[in-house]
């Protein structure tokens, strides 16, 4: 059986490397020749060092790297590839979403890019009268950013095709209001940086979380502010909702993770339960459901560590089951899809986790990044008996964006928790809590921020 299922994966692995096919000016082979409007030279991804760079287009502070293919080891059940690489010559990008035809990025500029998947071919782009993009967020045809000046503002996509990108603006959110009630418009606008978005797809509810530490819900057919509430007592880096019963989660840099239910048939909200284990700041959430029913909430903090809650059938009520280890810094941002929980951190690294009932393993670490990643999203490409498919894009502070083309080989039953790759289940004290068996360091540049009396 093992002999069987070993000749079946180097079987996927050679027809992997002979399916990637970059385009054409990304080859490198023997007879190739390099295009002549070659841009100066950086590394933008680890295998790729001395090769040159591509401009996009002589408008865009965008350049395109070289890729090659990069692989995990054979005994391990899982290989990757990076499709693209783009460097941004100015400014960070704060964040990323993904449509079926699109990837939207954010930055710090105005201007709000568009890349047709997976090869991140730039479509067109959005010009905004504000930057500091630093939350994106697309729901059917429905793209919503948030800027600088503290607004919201919704686009209408439907219109937009890869070959005609032809976006439209359909609100700012608050909306204008009358010299009189100039006022009230005051206590509707978030008083300081958008950090998070989220979107309620049954209720058609928006919710956006801040630095000045509330949360606003904004309901779209209205366009208006329905509630708004003081969420923390630090900044709130985000929230995800379970679109299955309504409930809201936020975490923030007070440490806290807070779960958050709607009144029935009113707009107010009120606090359910607090999770509160790390004392380092909480940066980033995701939920995972399964087929079976069940929920598992997973936080990232700047401790480096990924902790996780499984939610009670019966209940309601999410216990601490324990956390994932393996990032030497903060981790900054998480995405999960089905089993599998994708990590960014401080540290330059990507982490796949895999999980198995309540029982976590690290699949590959990818380190093709030189800064640290800032935000990621995922999609699924293609899901088979064999293989599953990903499509993975990634942003750094090293203002690169980067796709990865993920495959996921399925494990043998019994191999869960056998490659010893920065894998740790912490067992639990059903009588008082949990205890921790190690003492991570914390992130250097949130202490740094700490001192300085800043969020990160």
């Known amino acids: 059986m093992e002999i069987n299922s070993e000749k079946n994966l180097w079987k996927f692995l050679d027809e992997e490397r002979r399916n990637i096919n970059l385009p054409r000016r990304f080859s490198f082979g023997k007879n190739e020749t390099v295009d002549s409007h070659l841009s100066s030279a950086r590394t933008s991804c680890a295998s790729s060092a001395s090769l040159p760079l591509w401009s996009t287009s002589p408008e865009t502070p965008w350049t395109r790297s070289p890729t090659t293919a990069t692989t995990a080891s054979p005994s391990l059940p899982l290989l990757y590839h990076c499709l693209a690489s783009l460097h941004r010559s100015e400014g960070s990008i704060f964040s990323i979403t993904v449509t079926k035809d699109f990837i939207f990025t954010g930055s710090s500029s105005t201007r709000i890019h568009a890349w047709k998947q997976p090869d991140c071919s730039e479509t067109g782009c959005i010009k905004t009268p504000s930057g500091q993009i630093r939350a994106i967020l697309a729901h059917d045809n429905l793209l919503i950013t948030t800027h600088a000046d503290h607004k919201i503002r919704l686009w209408d996509i439907s219109s937009s095709s890869v070959e005609n990108f032809r976006p439209k603006k359909t609100t700012t959110l608050p909306q204008r209001r009358s010299f009189f009630s100039y006022s009230s418009k005051k206590t509707l606008r978030h008083k300081d940086s958008i950090s998070c978005l989220a979107y309620n797809s049954f209720e058609k509810l928006l919710y956006t979380g801040s630095w000045d530490h509330t949360v606003k819900v904004w309901r779209i057919a209205e366009k208006r502010c329905v509630d708004s509430f003081i969420a923390h007592d630090g900044s709130v880096n985000a929230i995800v909702i379970n679109q299955e019963d309504g409930c809201v989660f936020t975490c923030s840099s007070d440490g806290t993770v ?199």
């Open 258 to 456: 807070k779960i958050w239910r709607r009144v029935f048939r009113e707009s107010a909200h009120i606090l359910t339960m607090t999770l509160k284990f790390q004392p380092s700041p909480v940066n980033a959430l995701a939920l995972s459901l399964t087929t079976k029913g069940d929920c598992f909430l997973y936080s990232g903090s700047s401790d480096g560590l990924i902790n996780f809650w499984e939610k009670e059938k019966i209940s309601g009520r999410y216990n601490h089951t324990g956390f994932l280890s393996g990032h030497h810094f903060a981790v900054l941002c998480l995405v999960t899809v089905e089993e599998l929980i994708l990590s960014g951190s401080e540290d330059s690294t990507i982490r796949i986790w895999k999980r198995e009932d309540s029982f976590h393993t690290c699949l590959a670490v990818i380190d093709g990044h030189h800064g640290p990643v800032k935000c990621l999203a995922a999609a699924v490409e293609e899901t088979g008996e064999v293989v599953k498919g990903l499509l993975v894009y990634s942003a750094s502070l090293d203002q690169t964006l980067k796709v990865w083309r993920v495959k996921v080989y399925p494990s043998e039953k019994g191999s869960l928790g056998k490659t010893g790759d920065s894998v740790y289940e912490q067992d639990l004290d059903l009588d008082g809590g949990a205890e921790c068996r190690m003492s991570p360091v914390l992130s250097p540049s949130w202490v740094e921020k700490k001192i300085q009396g800043s969020d990160y």
